[in-house]
């Protein structure tokens, strides 16, 4: 099974709304990213989670704030969104967390900041 | 500074017809390379990818890229393109030391014309 979930497909809120976007793999890997990605852009990393714990954070505003509970879950608490926000949010894993490992993607959740 | 580079913005052809999406790194020694597939609303999908070794590698649907240490290039190739491939095509560089990280090209959008 090479299949990483993500939960929900769609999300709308408003910019005082708190939500949250899961991801879940079953393939035993020790790393997970999210990563954000504009129309029409590639994709932008966000934060990666290697062996549970936070190993790169490319700056990204606070009011994005990941959590890794265990090495199969993945999330990303939103709160206080601006509209600019509004993106494809992939999560992906994989073996280690190192460059030379292939990356598996999730669909994406599609937010949408009002 | 690192970077990819993926000229064409956007490549139309014809079903049938053969294929070749370009791609250009500058790394201070040679990255992994990765070529991935995005279909509208999906993740990304690797493709194929290099690490060292033999120059042509062989991926996933019946591509294939040649690694080109001269051009600092990683062409993706297709013989015959199905009307199936329409997607955008990534191509992405990492090193050894940055921990998963990866840096994607912008992207060419292929269509294919029945």
């Known amino acids: 099974d090479t299949e990483v979930t993500q939960t929900p497909k769609h999300l709308v809120m408003g910019m005082t709304n708190k939500k949250s976007l899961k991801c879940e793999q079953h393939?035993?890997?020790?790393?997970m990213y999210w990563y954000k990605q504009k129309a029409k852009k590639p994709p932008e990393l966000m934060f990666v989670y290697s062996y549970e714990k936070l190993s790169i954070n490319e700056s990204v505003p606070s009011r994005f704030s990941p959590e890794c509970p265990n090495s199969s879950l993945l999330n990303l608490h939103l709160h206080a969104l601006q509209p600019e926000d509004s993106a494809l949010y992939l999560c992906a894993s994989s073996e280690r967390g190192t460059s030379a490992e292939t990356q598996y993607f999730g669909p994406g959740t599609r937010l949408l900041v009002l | 500074a690192q970077s990819v580079t993926q000229p064409d913005i956007h490549i139309t052809v014809s079903e049938g017809a053969s294929l070749e999406l370009r791609c250009n790194y500058s790394?201070?020694?040679?990255?992994?390379l990765f070529w991935y597939v995005q279909s509208p609303g999906q993740g990304l999908q690797l493709l194929l990818k290099?690490?060292?070794?033999?120059?042509l590698v062989q991926g996933i649907k019946g591509f294939e890229a040649e690694f080109k240490r001269s051009q600092s290039s990683f062409n993706l190739r297709r013989p015959s393109v199905h009307w199936s491939d329409a997607a955008e095509y990534f191509c992405?560089?990492?090193?050894?030391?940055?921990?998963?990280?990866?840096?994607f090209g912008q992207g060419t959008e292929l269509s294919v014309k029945p």
């Open positions: 992405a560089a990492g090193c050894y030391n940055q921990g998963g990280k990866l840096i």
């Open positions: 393939m035993g890997h020790r790393a």
């Open positions: 790394y201070g020694a040679t990255p992994y």
């Open positions: 290099y690490f060292s070794g033999d120059t």
